[in-house]
């Protein structure tokens, strides 16, 4: 994991470890952009404060128990998103990568940068062979990163998550490490 405890991407946009420090920095930018997150995170419409430092001691854990890890993006020292895996299944070899960003900083690449630098980590260090993303249906820069990626689209999950007070559908993609451009061995 080295490598991305402090990741740099390009234009002073780093990934690195959460800190108990960041509580603070992190939920007002949430609160700053709760309504655009909480159309698609059922979590952002309530974030508080101690969800948040809670989320990063969690976060914590993760990596202690060898379960994943997450990574806070940021920009010149400020966050504006996060993204890790939710959990190993080291028996069956996956994960599954989740992000988000705040609306003023979508567009530029970031999350495919910042996904291409995680993505890199669990098929080279940890050898998975098989990473998941799941986006909602109609929630296209997400899925806009899947593709990006080069992930296929494996289906349809109806009604996969409770947003607010509807039933969100999710595509699912995948990655298998044969497939993955620095994983797949000449032929």
Known sequence: MPEVLHHPLDDGVVLRLH?????DALATVIAANRPYLARWLPW???????DTLAFIRRARRQIGDNDGFQALIARDGRPIGSIGFHAVDWTHRTTSLGYWLVQGEQGKGIVTRAARAMLDHAFAAWKVNRVEIRAGVENLPSRGVAERLGFREEGLLLEAERVGDRW???ALYAMLAADWPDQASPS
């Open 19 to 23: 800190e108990e420090s960041d509580a």
């Open 44 to 50: 952002a419409a309530g974030n508080t404060l101690e």
């Open 168 to 170: 969100v559908d999710h």
